[in-house]
């Protein structure tokens, strides 16, 4: 975590900045321990030293772009995930994330689906115990769904707006 957290300082925006990042570093290491052995050694000419270096250069430049757009790719999954977690929390949309495979990206879309899907399932739950009557299970008229205080559409008081009785069995103030 400490190599995210440094990276996070410089890329905080992007997770493909930060592998990126360490691809070039992975890259350019070998390349620049050739280049100061080259120069510490003394074997190679001046001219065939800069041939290597411009050969060997131009490949690492090509293999880093290459890598790094293969990252970018690989990424898609990541970005797909997490578009979905922003459609089900602005638009209530169920996610249908492709199942990859067993490695850590197919994992992640799994138990995103999976935890979506049941979190949904026990929104619709409640959503239904809320307007179907316990008992019944049938959907609760409108007027006891009206509030406390507020007459039904056949003019009746709803039930939620009747005082309860103060006191206990027994007690004057209950038998008044």
Known sequence: MR???GLARVF???FSAKLMTVVFIGVH???LGLLLW???SGHY???TMWTVVGVVLGATLVGTAMAMMALYRLM???RQAADALEAYYDEQRLPHLPDLGHDEIGRLLRSINRNLHGVDAG???LRRSVLLDPLTQCAEPAWLRAGPGRLGAAGAIAPTAIEPVRGGPGQPQADQ
Request: glycine share 0%; net charge positive.
């Open 45 to 47: 000419q001046r001219d």
């Open 123 to 125: 929104l619709r739950d």
């Open 3 to 5: 190599l995210y957290r």
């Open 38 to 40: 080259m120069a510490v």
């Open 76 to 78: 898609a999954p990541l």
């Open 12 to 14: 905080p925006r992007s």
């Open 29 to 31: 290491v070998p390349l």
